[in-house]
């Protein structure tokens, strides 16, 4: 991993080439990032990049944090997040990241929060079929269906149940950054991200990128 930003998950939207060809976008505000720390192996035992994002007032964070904002020469920020950063030398504690570390065509992992959509049953949750909808099988039609042999006399472990589904950590690898506006601090990465509308996204280069 050699840069990383936090944003904001705005919306999607669609943009047209020169050709007149659509492209399915999502506008992800991100950045400015202050540098807040930056972690060396020999006095933290690992070596990492902390960023903030957005802006908040000092009432809002506790002192701890308070003081190390202070000590960085930043604005207190709601979001704190570390990454590792193969070179950590072109950063600096105090100064900003912003866009601009990225370009047009660019390979990103994103990740975020997915949308929680409660307890589900089996067929929302994974995708299951229904059971049949002839007489005997009733009353219940959405239900999980056979867990197996009788012989065991128990349900295995991470068999497909109904439970809470979604709110959970989701990475979509390599996806294409198609365009950076500068001017507005905002990434239009093509096709969809994890999580709900203004909730808080990291992107980074991509692992997986050629």
Excluded at 6 to 26: L, S, Y
């Amino acid at each position: 991993m050699n840069k990383a930003i936090i944003g904001r998950k705005v919306g999607m939207t669609q943009i047209f080439t020169a050709e007149g060809k659509v492209i399915p976008v999502t506008v992800v505000e991100a950045g400015p990032c202050p540098v807040v720390q930056i972690k060396t192996v020999e006095k933290d035992g690992y070596a990492a990049l902390k960023l903030g994002f957005d802006e908040t007032s000092e009432k809002r964070v506790n002192k701890p944090e308070l003081g190390q904002f202070k000590k960085a020469g930043v604005k207190p920020q709601k979001v704190l997040k570390e990454f590792r950063l193969n070179d950590l030398s072109s950063y600096e504690v105090g100064k900003e990241v912003t866009v601009e570390v990225f370009k047009n065509g660019d390979r990103v992992d994103v990740a975020g929060t997915s949308k929680g959509h409660g307890f589900t049953g089996v067929i929302k949750r994974w995708n299951q079929h229904r059971l049949k909808e002839t007489h005997g099988v009733g009353p219940v039609h959405r239900e999980v269906g056979s867990l197996g042999s009788i012989n065991p006399a128990r349900v295995f472990k991470l068999m497909h149940m109904p439970g809470q589904y979604g709110h959970e950590r989701v990475t979509v690898q390599n996806l294409e950054i198609v365009k950076v506006d500068a001017a507005r601090n905002a990434l239009l990465i093509k096709g969809a991200i994890p999580g709900a509308k203004g909730s808080v996204v990291t992107v980074c280069d991509s692992v997986k990128a050629k």
